[in-house]
């Protein structure tokens, strides 16, 4: 896994931004993909762990798609 932070998180919407050295831009994250229980929304400037896809997504602009977060 990769560490990032979060760069934005928009509660309403459930999800957000996580910025890493591994993927330029952004990766988009979405609450579903937060592996711990009760966790639907994450702060900015949080660190996480990060499992991501490579590019060949694009969600909002963002090439990178986390398909697992750990707060």
Known sequence: MTVATVREWYDEDGWGVLDSAETPGGCFAHFSNIEMDGYRSLTPG???????????FQQDGYDYRAVRVRP
């Open 46 to 56: 949080q660190r996480v762990e990060l499992e991501w896809e490579a590019p060949g």
